[in-house]
């Protein structure tokens, strides 16, 4: 393909529209020179056009072209991803409109109309991934690009994968991100304690329910009391993922062995506290209350559960995430030689592969013995000696 940019670019205006001449200039108002009045200093009406003022032709996507595309994009697909799901596409296609401009400016692609893209452009913007991201950040970048560019009915990255698959990233298999055993004992103890007591006993609970459960920090933070069945050692998720997409809200979860007792605590010590602000604690859904200033009891939103976590981290001298608390329950059970069939279905999955890629999966060392121990010698080997 050649190096040689078009002539065409995507901004491209159309033609400026000169006013007509004779009687129909002295009726318009237009200047004796041919040429009607600036509109934004005259006033006159929506949509004409005066000398060194070009309006856009009626094909025309704006300045920002792969924007207005990734943005329809957006909101027509908006309905089949969870909330954070739709904020992290958002920030990503921004990211690319930002790079495409880059290489524009740099000369390295011709255009950033997602309608005008060619093959030579959907190169560009692969080599600069491959210079400076990683092989899996660069596939889903690649990808992010693909479906903005066949939303307009433009294959030209199908076209690179077709003819130049070994140009192409492929995601690669990154390292599970677990919380470390030592900070676990630290987090888990309880010997830190909180200066509001609700933020104390909520926050204890919720980091070994979350151990014991393997649950989604949203998941876990929306329970409700009555999702709670100490008897059975399960735990409803009543508002899981993708709840009324792909999923119900009655699906269940097991609570792992070691939790009765501290479940009963925090019960005990939650119906305490919600009655010493003069409320029935049966009456209060959530089974971690968030008090606002209202005096009410409440859900906790995303932001004052990121406070809570913060809270816990002074108090305990531990950096975590409540997201790898997760990943933690799945590499602790399978690393207690639980199969990986069970794994994925204590983790909701549909099937292992996500929970292989992203949550669980066999040491070296644990796989390295198993296969030594099964192993048996092949008959007739020998080392010859002279």
């Not at 030209?156 to 599970?176: E, N």
């Not at 009391?225 to 009655?250: A, Y």
Request: with cysteine.
């Amino acid at each position: 393909m050649s190096d040689k940019f078009t002539s065409g670019t995507d901004d491209t205006l159309a033609e400026a529209r000169i006013c007509g001449q004779g009687s129909q200039q002295l009726a318009s108002g237009a200047s004796p020179n041919g040429h009607r009045p600036c509109p934004r200093a005259s006033g006159h009406r929506k949509g004409s056009v005066c000398k060194g003022h070009r309006r856009r032709g009626a094909r025309s996507m704006g300045r920002y072209p792969f924007l207005t595309s990734a943005n329809k994009l957006i909101q027509e697909t908006q309905g089949y991803y969870a909330q954070s799901s739709y904020a992290e596409r958002s920030r990503k296609l921004r990211r690319i409109n930002d790079i495409l401009a880059d290489l524009r400016s740099a000369g390295r692609i011709t255009t950033t109309s997602p309608k005008k893209m060619a093959e030579y452009d959907v190169e560009g913007f692969i080599a600069w991934c491959k210079r400076n991201l990683d092989d899996s950040t660069s596939a889903k970048y690649i990808r992010y690009l693909d479906e903005v560019l066949r939303s307009e009915g433009n294959g030209a990255v199908q076209k690179v994968k077709a003819l130049r698959r070994g140009l192409i990233p492929r995601a690669t298999m990154k390292s599970i991100q677990t919380i470390p055993e030592a900070d676990l004992e630290v987090l888990l103890c309880g010997q830190y304690s909180l200066e509001d007591p609700l933020w104390d006993a909520v926050g204890k609970a919720a980091l070994n329910l979350y151990l014991h459960t393997g649950l989604r920090s949203g998941e876990l933070r929306e329970l409700r009391l009555c999702d709670l069945n100490i008897q059975r050692l399960e735990v409803r998720v009543s508002h899981p993922k993708g709840i009324g997409k792909w999923t119900s809200g009655n699906e269940t979860s097991p609570i792992m062995p070691g939790m009765e007792l501290l479940i009963g605590a925090y019960l005990q010590r939650r119906a305490e506290l919600i009655r010493s602000h003069g409320q029935d604690p049966s009456a209060v859904e959530p089974l971690f209350p968030y008090l606002n200033k209202h005096g009410e009891f409440i859900y906790w939103y995303q932001g004052a559960w990121n406070h809570l976590k913060q809270h816990i981290e002074l108090a305990a001298g531990v950096r975590f995430k409540w997201k790898n608390l997760r990943p933690t329950f799945a590499q602790r059970a399978k690393d207690q030689d639980a199969p990986i069939e069970a794994v994925s279905k204590c983790m909701r999955h549909t099937s292992t592969r996500t929970t292989e890629l992203y949550y669980a999966r066999i040491r070296s060392e644990s796989a390295f013995s198993q296969v030594r121990q099964c192993w048996k010698p092949l008959p007739g080997i020998s080392i010859r000696q002279d």
